[in-house]
C-alpha cells in the first residue's frame, strides 16, 4: 500500500495504541497535522510546547502508558526541551515528535531550524533524525518500545518536512504493517540475579533497624501491590520518596511517609539511625541524603534499580541488584516465606519510631482572626473533600512540598509533580494531561502564583477542550520557596522574591479562559469554595486562596547540613531526639 510519510507516521501512532497527543503545528510539521483530521487519535491544542510536553508527562504519570506530544522546528522544539529534560530525570514515558527543515536544508541555518537531536542528545533516553519516508515505522516502533521497556525516559523522533509532505517525491513509501524493530545494542534486562536476592534476604533477615527506602522505581514498575506483600510480610517500616508518594498506602501503620529535605520528622530520622536501607526503584538524590558523608553511616545498603548505572553512582551497596523492582520484590517475597523473616530483635526499633512519631508529627500554628489563610489548613480542607483516588498534580516550591505532607496518599499514581528538575509551571499542564489519560478521576492542581503565572494560559486549552481540572491557587505574593532561604539564611534580606499582592486579578484572569473562580480570603470561607468547586465539572475550576507568605516548610534540612541536622518547627525544638 502506498502511503506518504505523514500518513505513515500517524498510522504508525494508530498502530502504537495512542489514543491522546499534545501539540502545536508549525511549518515543518504542518504535512503531518492534515491525515490527524482522519485519525482516531484525539489531539490537543495547546498554548506553548512546554505545556505539550508537560502535559504528555502528566499523561504518563496517571495512566502508566506514554505520553505523546507532536511540535514543529526550530523554537517549538527548544520549547519542549524543558519538558524533557523533566521527564529524563523523573523517568518518564515519552515520546516526542518535532518537525524539521527539509533534509537538504539541513546545516544551511534555513528559516527555523536547529539541531534538533544535537540539544537534546543529552536529555534524552534516545532520539532519532529520520531521513528516508520509508523509516517512519520502523523508528516510531522503536521509540515507542525503547521509552516504555527497561528504565523509562522520554525519546525524541526528528523528522524533516520532506519526507512527510505528500507534494515531496521523497515522501511516497509502501507501507507494511509487519514491521521489525533494528536495535541489536539495546537489550533492557529485567531479570534479577538469584545469588544477590539471597544475599540480600540474609541481610534483612539480620537487620534490627530495617527501613523500606521507596523511590518511584515502584511506580514505573507497577509494583505497589508487591511492595506492600513485602511489607506486611517483614514488618519493616517504609519511606516513599517524593516520586514515590503513594506507592505505600500513607494510612498504613508501617507508612512513615517522605524523607529529604522537607520529609517529616520520623522518615528522615528512621533513615539516618537504620542499620539497613532496602533502597527499591529509589536513587539516593541529594535531596534524599543530605549530605553524603553524613547520611545514615551505619547502614547496610541494598540496591534494586533496572538501570545498572544507578548502582553504585552515589552511594555503594552491600549488595546490588540489577533489574526490575517487581521480579526482585516477588523473589524476595518467595524467599522469606521459605526461610522466614529472622530472629533479629526489632522492638526497641519500633518503639523509637514510635516516640519520634508521637513528639514530631506535622505541625503549623493555625490562622488567626485577621491574618491570611495558612496553606497547610487549606491542604487539608482540599484532602478531606476530595475521593480518596484524587490525582493531585503540583507545581515547584512551597506549595510542592506541603502538598506532599499533607495530603493522604493511599493510591499509587494519584500524586504528579516535578522531582528531578523541579521545572515551575508543570502543574497545570500536568494536571489537565492526568485528566485528558482518567477522564472520570477529580483532578486537582496544587500551584503557586509563580508556578501559575508561567504555564496558566493552558487553561484556555482545558476550556476549549473539555478538560475539567482544577486549581487551588496558594497566593502568597511570593516566590516562597526563595523567599524561605531569604529567611533563614540570608538576614531576611528579599531579593527579587515579591512578585505583587494585587497584580494580577487571579479570579478575573481565570474568568476570562473560561474557568469558573473564586477568591478566597478567609478561613471560614474555605470549605464553602472547595465544595462548591467539586460542584462544578463542566469547565475548569480556579480558587485563588491568599495565603500567609512567612509561612515556612518545615522539617528542613538545610543545604550543606546533614539529616542529623533537621530543623523542626520552633514549637518542637525542646523535644528530646
Known amino acids: 500500500m502506498k502511503l506518504d510519510g505523514g500518513q505513515a507516521l500517524i498510522r504508525s501512532l494508530e498502530l502504537e495504541g495512542v489514543e491522546v497527543m499534545f501539540g502545536l503545528p508549525g511549518g515543518a510539521i504542518l504535512p503531518v497535522y492534515d491525515p490527524i483530521i482522519d485519525s482516531s487519535i484525539r489531539h490537543i491544542l495547546v498554548r506553548h510546547e512546554q505545556g505539550a510536553g508537560h502535559m504528555a508527562e502528566g499523561y504518563a504519570h496517571a495512566t502508566g502508558r506514554p505520553g505523546v506530544a507532536m511540535v514543529t522546528s526550530g523554537p517549538a522544539a527548544t520549547n519542549i526541551v524543558t519538558p524533557l529534560c523533566d521527564a529524563y530525570l523523573d523517568s518518564v514515558p515519552m515520546v516526542v515528535i518535532t518537525g524539521q527543515v527539509p533534509t537538504g536544508s539541513i546545516g544551511t541555518d534555513a528559516f527555523q531550524e536547529c539541531d534538533t537531536t544535537g540539544m537534546t542528545s543529552g536529555i534524552t533516553k534516545h532520539n532519532f533524525l529520520v531521513t528516508e519516508a520509508q523509516d517512519i515505522p520502523r523508528t516510531i516502533k522503536e521509540a515507542f518500545h525503547i521509552a516504555t521497556t527497561g528504565r523509562p525516559g522520554p525519546v525524541l523522533v526528528d523528522i524533516p518536512k520532506d519526507i512527510v509532505d505528500p507534494r515531496s517525491p521523497n515522501s511516497a513509501m509502501e507501507w507494511s504493517d509487519d514491521v521489525e524493530m533494528d536495535l541489536p545494542g539495546y537489550q533492557p534486562d529485567t531479570s534479577v540475579d538469584p545469588a544477590a536476592i539471597q544475599a540480600a534476604v540474609a541481610l534483612m533477615q539480620a537487620a534490627e533497624r530495617p527501613v523500606l527506602y521507596i523511590g518511584g522505581g515502584i511506580l514505573k514498575a507497577r509494583a505497589a501491590e508487591v511492595l506492600r506483600e513485602l511489607a506486611e510480610l517483614t514488618g519493616f517500616h517504609v519511606v516513599t520518596t517524593l516520586m514515590a508518594r503513594g506507592a505505600f498506602p500513607d494510612s498504613h501503620e508501617l507508612c512513615l511517609g517522605m524523607p529529604g529535605m522537607h520529609g517529616n520528622f520520623t522518615a528522615v530520622t528512621a533513615m539516618q539511625e537504620s542499620d539497613l536501607l532496602i533502597a527499591l526503584g529509589s536513587r539516593f538524590d541529594d535531596r534524599v541524603t543530605g549530605r553524603l558523608?553524613?547520611?545514615?553511616?551505619?547502614?547496610?545498603?541494598?540496591?534494586v534499580d533496572i538501570d545498572p548505572a544507578e548502582l553504585g553512582k552515589v552511594r555503594r551497596p552491600d549488595v546490588a541488584i540489577q533489574g526490575d523492582c517487581r521480579?526482585?520484590?516477588?523473589?524476595?517475597?518467595?524467599?522469606?516465606?521459605?526461610?522466614?523473616?529472622?530472629?533479629?530483635?526489632?522492638?526497641?526499633?519500633?518503639?523509637?519510631?514510635?516516640?519520634?512519631?508521637?513528639?514530631?508529627?506535622?505541625?503549623?500554628?493555625?490562622?488567626?482572626?485577621?491574618?491570611?489563610?495558612?496553606?497547610?489548613?487549606?491542604?487539608?480542607?482540599?484532602?478531606?473533600?476530595?475521593?480518596?483516588?484524587?490525582?493531585?498534580?503540583?507545581?515547584v516550591g512551597q506549595h510542592q512540598m506541603w502538598a506532599s505532607q499533607y495530603w493522604t496518599f493511599d493510591h499509587p499514581y494519584t500524586w504528579i509533580n516535578s522531582g528531578g528538575l523541579g521545572t515551575m509551571g508543570f502543574s497545570i499542564p500536568a494536571a489537565i494531561g492526568a485528566k485528558a489519560?482518567?477522564?472520570?478521576?477529580?483532578v486537582w492542581a496544587i500551584d503557586g502564583d509563580g508556578c501559575f503565572q508561567m504555564t496558566?494560559?493552558?487553561?484556555?486549552?482545558?476550556?476549549?477542550?473539555?478538560?475539567?481540572?482544577?486549581?487551588?491557587?496558594?497566593?502568597?505574593?511570593?516566590?516562597?520557596?526563595?523567599?524561605?532561604?531569604?529567611?533563614?539564611?540570608?538576614?531576611?534580606?528579599?531579593?527579587?522574591?515579591?512578585?505583587?499582592?494585587?497584580?494580577?486579578?487571579?479570579?478575573?484572569?481565570?474568568?476570562?479562559?473560561?474557568?469558573?473562580?473564586?477568591?478566597?480570603?478567609?478561613?471560614?470561607?474555605?470549605?464553602?469554595?472547595?465544595?462548591?468547586?467539586?460542584?462544578?465539572?463542566?469547565?475548569?475550576?480556579?480558587?485563588?486562596?491568599?495565603?500567609?507568605?512567612?509561612e515556612k516548610v518545615y522539617p528542613m534540612v538545610a543545604s550543606g547540613t546533614t539529616n542529623s541536622d533537621l530543623l523542626v518547627h520552633p514549637s518542637q525544638e525542646d523535644q528530646p531526639r
Not at 558523608?293 to 540496591?303: E, L, Q, Y
Open 293 to 303: 558523608d553524613g547520611f545514615a553511616v551505619d547502614a547496610k545498603i541494598i540496591h
Open 327 to 395: 521480579v526482585a520484590i516477588e523473589a524476595m517475597v518467595e524467599l522469606l516465606r521459605v526461610q522466614g523473616v529472622g530472629e533479629a530483635d526489632r522492638h526497641a526499633w519500633r518503639s523509637r519510631i514510635s516516640g519520634w512519631q508521637e513528639r514530631f508529627p506535622l505541625t503549623y500554628e493555625p490562622s488567626v482572626p485577621g491574618e491570611a489563610l495558612k496553606p497547610q489548613f487549606v491542604i487539608e480542607k482540599l484532602r478531606d473533600a476530595t475521593p480518596d483516588d484524587t490525582i493531585v498534580a503540583s507545581g
Open 437 to 442: 489519560g482518567c477522564p472520570d478521576k477529580t
Open 456 to 550: 496558566a494560559q493552558e487553561l484556555v486549552t482545558a476550556t476549549v477542550e473539555n478538560i475539567p481540572i482544577k486549581v487551588a491557587l496558594l497566593n502568597n505574593s511570593y516566590l516562597g520557596m526563595v523567599r524561605q532561604w531569604q529567611d533563614m539564611f540570608y538576614d531576611e534580606r528579599h531579593s527579587e522574591v515579591f512578585l505583587s499582592k494585587d497584580v494580577p486579578d487571579y479570579k478575573g484572569w481565570a474568568e476570562a479562559m473560561g474557568c469558573f473562580a473564586l477568591r478566597v480570603d478567609d478561613p471560614d470561607e474555605v470549605e464553602d469554595a472547595i465544595a462548591q468547586a467539586n460542584e462544578v465539572n463542566d469547565r475548569p475550576v480556579v480558587i485563588d486562596f491568599r495565603t500567609e507568605a512567612r
